[in-house]
């Protein structure tokens, strides 16, 4: 039987159900056996007991950049929710389900009966099994890992390991029993279940260098703030920022931090930019309607030149929305939010490990260039969970107050000195002899409020002049794909670019000479490289997850050509067929 | 009004003929094919073919998947009915899932048989039926070198040729029984054992089958009545088919060889008729039943009591002379003596 070796496997059920801890162990299990997984999970807004949640994980010996536009196997815990997830199987795909419900149930309540032709269907006692092995039916999620274990012959080891890191810290008989209730069901599908699927991991274990993280975007955000050293998180809980907040309540403490859930989110981002004013590392992270209560404040940090760092977890929207959907349409918030001429930076990452890098980069910029940094992440890249290499998860520490900045000569103190970088000399609260003011207001060279035409027109230019610097000193992002001239050139940020690089392959493959660049630095926009990238794409085509398509607009400029806009909105991450599909009809 | 929703037990040639009769004599009708079997509609006689790899899975098919999609008729593949309620009309699945319906046609076909003396033997019997018999014997046949078939049927004698291909050792054990339900006569026998043992078969005729040893080292060691002893890899059994009818005992349908219907293929509760090798067809002419066997003749039963399903009084009449060319011999395919 051929080995596939690249593998989408979805758990659904109601909340509650545990699809999305079966699949956390399933994400450590794999990466155990020396796989890379990718795990995004959906589940309702509401509080546990309602809705449907759905936990997928695609396992692969190379690393994946999606979860899969469709799943190959999906694990039923609550037949009426996936039924609704059929849609997304593989034709050819494999739906592993209960057969020993309580009683009979009507037609089209139960999932068997919509297993279509060419799909391969497993039933399996899963609530027998369950009560056998914990006496209750809670562990039928447990049983169905076993299960998928021994239909697709994955190494036993990782499951255990995996159950044993799950179920740390509880009694020793909960993983005691969880660990038989993944053997009761692995050993049901070796003696009972006939195999009739082409999935098979043949129980290798594979070789994998050094220590791995398994991480989500949030955790990797978490983990670049206590590595940045801190000292104040000030929030107010959003779906899907608030596991920053619930990790940073945790950790800053012992780590001479402090996280303070405020009010609301004015007043989150108030007490950012207080420590920023003092010169301390703060951090909020929110989502878009959180964002939109920030924007006076984050004008405030622009004009007063305050460092900030503003992580934003974006959500379906407008207001408050689409709470548990992934979408990319704050970018126009994030970019112009706010009244005036107001440059801020915004950075973009494209996968967990970036969320770590830039939120990392974040507080060194925000606070060399004394201005606030946005961090743009979607639902899809704060939730999704990838295993990194440990030993990349790093980056440098500057101190929180770079010393080249402080003030120094004998020249009187001008704490917004107009230079030919556009940044001036910082002092910090209570530096003697550098007193000065810091407003909202239009201020001079020292601070004090100054409404004359030419001292606005010349603080808006060294306002607009950081950003132009931070533009040319920053690291370019590589072009992806093809050299030289391309058929089709593509342009995407944050999330999106794990289809587009998949995408961009398929194209490869089919003859398509095709690239991508995709920038981390969103705003400034690095122009050279944009336009060095637009020339040599015969076709352009700029791809994101939201209706209007905001990055295109924002670039429209700066490209002055014609190019294809591939943007909507979608139940998940961007299907990589629709990209294909969209540029080889766009192709002449 | 509610539309009508025909549940048709099975997938051969009798549940899709009489699916696509329906289909066009009822438009808006609900059409649902149930079967236990994991693989679409496929041509059992070609299963020897795909043993040897001469055929692929594929070739087997006889419609592709999407026919269903296009004629919405819903095929529920690896699905087992395990009972039947005549008086709520409703099928129960083993997977604990109801299916309601407003007429039923039962269209099950058979199941290898096993006679009775031999029961105790079963476990050591190779039996090829479905697509998944002929796979495991497929993965399998490099290993096997020596076969003993016992019984004797008309797939058998095919699947003996396939098997003399490969350079597999065959012995035939015929004995009173063989061929059963067919009823050869003694130049058709003949014709059979001949063609056989030109092919390279050893034909044991006569004698019967007394018992059956595993041996230590793998294989089996077969015993008959007469004193013989043949040692072999597999043992083939072929003692023909019987309607898979079991999960009906109790249901109330009149069950004998087959499930008892009139000429119009009609139990004797109304909405559910049986078609096929399953079907045990009364004949006013001859005031007894008769069975048929073989594709031609599901086919046409399928067709005759999916008409009558949609109201139409078509008879089931004798095929008037319904000859099978086995292997050069032709036999009759639907009898009524001695049932």
């Not at chain 1, 309607?289 to 405030?300: D, R, S």
């Not at chain 1, 005036?340 to 973009?348: E, K, M, N, Q, T």
């Not at chain 1, 940020?493 to 920038?519: H, K, N, Y």
């Not at chain 2, 076969?147 to 035939?172: Q, W, Y």
């Amino acid at each position: 039987m051929p080995f596939r070796d690249d593998i989408v496997i979805k758990i659904c059920g109601s909340a509650g159900d545990g699809s999305i801890s079966a699949v956390d162990i399933l994400n450590r299990a794999a990466a155990l056996m020396g796989y890379h997984i990718l795990n995004f999970d959906s589940y309702p807004a509401e509080i546990r007991g309602f809705g449907k949640s759905v936990g997928t994980t695609r396992i692969s010996r190379v690393r994946p950049l999606t979860p899969g536009d469709r799943a190959d196997c999906l694990v039923s815990l609550n037949d009426p929710h996936t039924i609704t997830e059929l849609p997304t199987l593989n034709e050819s795909g494999i739906v592993i389900y209960e057969n020993r419900p309580g009683s009979f149930l009507e037609e089209d309540q139960v999932i068997a009966g919509f297993i279509m032709p060419g799909m391969t269907g497993y039933g399996a006692p899963l609530r027998d099994l369950s009560v056998t092995a914990v006496q209750s039916a809670r562990s039928r999620n447990i049983i169905s890992l076993g299960i998928l274990a021994g239909i697709f012959r994955m190494h036993p080891d990782g499951f255990e390991e995996a159950i044993r890191i799950r179920f740390s810290g509880k009694k020793d008989s909960v993983v005691k029993s969880n660990i038989k209730a993944f053997h009761l069901g692995r050993k049901y599908a070796l003696d009972e279940i006939a195999k009739r699927d082409q999935i098979d991991f043949g129980e290798q274990l594979l070789e994998r260098p050094g220590e791995i993280s398994i991480m989500s975007g949030n955790e990797a955000v978490a983990e670049a703030c206590i590595d940045s050293r801190i000292r104040l998180y000030a929030g107010y809980p959003i779906t899907p920022a608030t596991r920053i907040m619930e990790i940073l309540a945790k950790t800053l403490p012992d780590r001479d931090g402090l996280t303070v859930q405020t009010e609301d989110e004015i007043s989150a981002i108030g007490h950012v930019l207080g420590a920023g004013f003092a010169g301390k590392r703060a951090v909020t992270a929110t989502s878009g309607p959180g964002l939109c209560l920030m924007t006076e404040l984050i004008n405030w940090a622009v004009m007063a030149e305050i460092p900030a760092v503003v992580i934003d977890c974006q959500r379906g929207g407008p207001s408050t929305g689409l709470p548990t959907r992934t979408e990319q349409s704050d970018l126009n918030i994030a970019v112009s939010g706010g009244s005036g001429d107001s440059p801020r930076v915004v950075l973009a990452p494209t996968n967990v490990e970036e969320c770590y890098t830039l939120t990392r980069e974040s507080f060194e910029i925000a606070e060399s260039f004394q201005a606030p940094v946005i961090v743009l992440l979607d639902f899809f890249l704060a939730n999704r969970i990838e295993d990194i290499d440990s030993k990349r998860l790093t980056g440098e520490y500057h101190g929180e107050f770079p010393g080249d900045l402080v003030h120094s000569g004998n020249e009187p103190f001008k704490r917004f000195k107009l230079t030919e970088s556009g940044i001036s000399p910082r002092a910090l609260p209570g530096m003697a002899g550098l007193l000065h003011t810091v407003t909202g207001l239009e201020h001079d060279q020292k601070g004090m409020p100054d409404y004359e035409t030419k001292n606005h027109r010349d603080m808006t230019a060294k306002r607009f002049r950081k950003m132009e610097t931070l533009a040319r000193i920053w690291r370019g992002s590589d072009p992806f794909g093809d050299d030289g001239d391309l058929d089709a050139g593509i342009v995407s940020w944050g999330s999106t670019v794990g289809s587009v690089m998949e995408a961009i392959d398929i194209l490869r493959g089919q003859g398509v000479r095709a690239g991508g660049l995709f920038p981390r630095l969103i705003w400034p926009v690095q122009a050279e490289q944009l336009a060095a990238f637009s020339r040599r794409s015969r076709q352009l085509f700029v791809a994101e997850m939201n209706y209007s398509g905001q990055l295109a607009s924002l670039y429209a400029i700066n490209l002055s050509r014609k190019f294809g806009r591939i943007c909507g909105v979608y139940a998940g991450p961007v299907p990589v067929q629709d990209i294909v599909d969209e540029i080889l009809r766009g192709l002449p | 009004m509610q539309s009508e929703h025909y549940v048709i037990i099975g997938n051969g040639p009798a549940a899709n003929s009489a699916a696509d009769i329906l289909r066009k004599g009822d438009p808006d009708a609900r059409i649902t094919l149930i079967s236990d079997e994991f693989f679409p509609y496929y041509h059992r006689h070609l299963l020897r073919h795909y043993i040897l790899g001469k055929k692929s899975k594929e070739d087997l098919i006889v419609r592709p998947i999407s026919y269903y999609r296009e004629n919405r008729i819903r095929l529920r593949l690896g699905q087992k009915v395990v009972r039947i309620d005549l008086q709520t009309r409703t099928v129960f699945l083993a997977h604990m899932e109801k299916v309601h319906y407003t007429r039923l046609l039962i269209c099950l076909g058979g199941k290898p048989r096993i006679p009775e003396i031999h029961y105790v033997y079963s476990e050591y019997f190779t039996a090829i039926k479905t697509i998944d018999d002929a796979e495991a014997f497929r993965e399998q046949l490099p290993g096997i070198r020596s076969m003993v078939i016992v019984g004797g049927d008309l797939i058998s004698v095919k699947m003996a040729a396939s098997f003399l291909e490969t350079g597999m050792n065959v012995r035939f054990l015929i004995d009173e029984d063989a061929f059963w339900p067919l009823k050869l006569d003694d130049d058709q026998r003949r014709d059979f054992t001949e063609r056989l043992s030109a092919r390279g078969a050893e034909v044991i005729s006569g004698d019967v089958l007394a018992g059956v040893e595993p041996e230590t080292e793998g294989g089996f060691r077969v015993r008959t009545r007469n004193g013989l002893s043949l040692s072999c890899d597999r043992i083939g059994a072929f003692f023909g088919l019987i309607p898979d009818v079991d999960f009906l005992v109790g249901s109330g349908l009149d069950i004998d060889r087959g499930i008892l219907v009139n000429e119009y293929l009609q139990t004797q509760f109304e909405g559910v008729y049986a078609a096929g090798d399953c079907a045990q067809v009364y004949n006013p002419d001859l005031k007894n039943y008769w069975v048929s066997i073989g594709w031609d003749n599901a086919l046409h039963l399928g067709q005759i009591a999916a008409h009558n399903i949609l109201g139409s009084d078509k008879t089931a009449d004798l095929p008037p002379l319904n000859l099978l060319n086995s292997d050069g011999v032709k036999v009759q395919t639907a009898w009524w003596r001695d049932l």
